[in-house]
Structures are given as structure tokens and as C-alpha cells.
């Protein structure tokens, strides 16, 4: 906790994050609903600010139970925005019996923002169901509902150059779910950057292609900051990166791209997500120091604080039935 604490807050620029969910079976989460509410609990303490937001996990493919739970993250952990892993477990938006019932739960409990990993397909996923090609239908099935694609269904195995409507892959297939529901740019569809941006930012050609991409199909006001820094360590460099990126006059006599001007990556850095989300942008913003994170060590009276390293399984036993419950995936 006081590391992740230290390596967003102190250690980079950010003043807003969000801390989303991981999949897995119940109670083998290495990071649980009451965990994440006691490190916002703590946050909100240190910073004098709101500005730590919280996901709830929602596993629709596990039946009836997983609904009703829904009720609970709203009332008791005060979530923002709702978690799905469609590739974990296999499932779709669009399943009348799956999907469908999950959005609607989620409209009635009046929290609509909906966060989806797409893309990635990491061991243990089933990559049939990580494409967005559902994202599109239940976007234009759903306009008051706000959907947020994690990592922008971004594939780190293809190489990403200009929008191919006859073969999409990667970005493209955002792109192509768009385009065959009618879906406009800056609608109710957001494109979330993390992973996907530290994948890139190596690579301007690719880069330049992905964020191009992006601003001009889904919206310079719906592509959101992200950076997966729970595992990297502190987002600075990530951070830096960006504000150094810059899109070609030739792409954007090309490709029809938009400039990096300071406004869009502004939007990019946080305005979007903050609207996306509902934040006042006027409220006072998070300004933890490594003095704060020493004082609430010395107010624990010696007790250790965890970091995210620590939570879920501690011995090799643990750890394994971690594995199974999760088909095999790693945290």
C-alpha cells in the first residue's frame, strides 16, 4: 500500500488514478474489494482529496450471485465504475444471458460506467473474447451508458500501422465496431491507454499510428490516460514520454491524425477520464509526500503496512491454489 502510495503520488506526477480490479474466483483475488477500499480510505486521509477511484469486479459469467454482489460494491466500497474481463471465463456484452442482464443491473444501481479489458490476451483468456466487435452493438443498444475499452484492444503481437477496415486488427477492430453500429466519435465509447501506451512508446512509427488512430476515430475528448503502474512502478517515465510524442506533418497529411497540441494531451492526461468519470476538475487535487507516507507509518505504531506485492497468496500452497482459481493466470 505505501508503495503504490509513493510510486504514483510522490514518485510521478499524478494527482488522479483509478484502482481497478483484477479477474478471478471469489476470494482469490490478490486484491479485494475491502483491500481497495482501505488504500482509498488511507489515501483520502493523506491527501486531504477524492481523487482515488475504485472499480468493482463484476463476473456476470458466474451466474445470479455475482448480480446481486453488485448492490454491495455500490453501498459498501462507494465504486465508481464497474470491472469486466470478458476473455476470463468467455462471454460477451451482448449475450442476452450473460451481458445484457449485467448492464442492465448496472444501469438500475445508477453507476454507468462500464470499464472492459479488450485486447491483451493474456494467458489464461480465451482471445475470441477479447475483441471489441460487442462493444459497438451494446454502445448504440445502451447510449447512457458509458463504456471504457482497457488498453484499447491494442495487440502487442501485430504490428499497428494505418486503419485496415478489411483485415482490422489490434486498434482497428475499435475502430471497425465503431463504423459497423453507426458508433461517432466522442459518443459514449472511451479508449483507455494502459499497457498499451508503455508497449508503444518505444516505437513513434507505431506509436503515432495508435494515438492517430484514436483521436481521429474514437475522439480527442474520449481517449483516457492509463498506465497498468501497479506493476511497473511509478508512471513518470510513461508520463514523460508523452509529453514529449509528437504525430508527424506527413501523418497527419496522410492519415488525416491531429496534431499533439498541449490541449489534446491535456485531455488525454486526465480531462477526459475526469469527465468520463464525473470528477470536478475544480476540487482540490491529491498532494501526498513521502513526509505524509512516514507519518502514517509512525501513526501504525510499528504495524507494517503492505504493498501490492504482499496482498494474496504468501506461501507456495497459496499461491498455486491462486493459479487454479484464475485458470492458470498469474496476477
Given at each position: ?20 480490479a ?5 476470494y482469490?483475488?490478490?486484491l479485494?474489494?475491502?483491500e481497495?477500499?482501505q ?27 455475482q ?11 462507494n ?29 438500475s ?49 501485430i ?41 508503444l512508446?518505444?516505437?513513434?512509427t ?16 474520449h ?14 517515465d ?11 506533418a ?30 470536478d ?51
Open positions: 500500500m505505501k508503495n503504490y502510495l509513493r510510486e504514483m503520488f510522490v514518485n510521478s506526477e499524478t494527482t488522479i488514478a483509478v484502482l481497478s483484477l479477474p478471478a474466483e471469489p482469490l483475488n490478490p479485494e474489494a475491502e481497495a477500499a488504500t482509498r480510505e488511507i489515501f483520502d486521509s493523506l491527501s486531504d482529496s477524492n481523487r482515488l477511484l475504485l472499480h468493482g469486479l463484476v463476473r456476470p459469467d458466474l451466474g445470479i450471485t448480480l446481486e454482489g453488485m448492490q454491495g460494491l455500490v453501498e459498501e466500497q465504486i465508481t465504475a464497474w470491472k469486466i474481463y470478458t476473455p476470463y471465463g468467455g462471454w460477451r456484452l451482448d449475450d442476452e444471458t450473460v451481458g445484457i442482464p449485467f448492464i442492465e443491473k448496472a444501469r444501481l445508477g453507476v454507468n460506467v462500464i470499464c472492459a479489458h479488450k485486447g491483451f490476451p493474456l494467458t489464461g483468456f480465451d482471445p475470441a473474447f477479447a475483441a471489441p466487435d460487442d462493444i459497438g452493438v451494446v454502445a448504440a443498444t445502451y447510449p447512457d451508458v458509458k463504456f471504457i475499452v482497457y488498453h484499447s484492444a491494442f495487440e502487442s503481437d504490428i499497428e500501422g494505418e486503419y485496415n477496415p478489411n483485415n482490422p486488427q489490434g486498434v482497428d477492430r475499435l475502430i471497425k465496431t465503431f463504423q459497423d453500429n453507426n458508433i461517432s466519435p466522442d459518443s459514449n465509447v472511451y479508449a483507455e491507454l494502459g499497457s498499451t501506451w508503455r508497449f512508446m518505444t516505437s513513434p507505431q506509436a503515432a499510428h495508435v494515438i492517430g488512430k484514436l483521436l481521429k476515430y474514437v475522439g480527442e475528448n481517449v483516457v490516460w492509463g498506465t497498468d503502474s501497479i506493476w511497473y512502478g511509478t508512471p513518470q510513461q508520463i514523460t514520454a508523452f509529453r514529449a510524442f509528437q504525430i508527424s506527413e501523418f497527419q497529411e496522410t492519415y488525416g491524425y491531429p496534431a499533439m497540441t498541449s490541449e489534446i494531451r491535456d485531455k488525454v492526461f486526465g480531462l477526459n477520464a475526469a469527465d468520463a468519470y464525473g470528477v476538475v475544480n476540487e482540490i487535487r491529491c498532494g501526498i509526500t513521502e513526509d505524509d507516507i512516514a507519518q502514517l507509518q509512525a501513526n501504525l505504531d510499528g504495524e507494517v503496512l503492505p504493498t501490492w506485492r504482499e496482498y494474496g497468496p504468501q506461501t507456495r500452497r497459496e499461491f498455486f491454489a491462486f493459479l487454479r482459481g484464475r485458470g492458470g493466470m498469474p496476477g
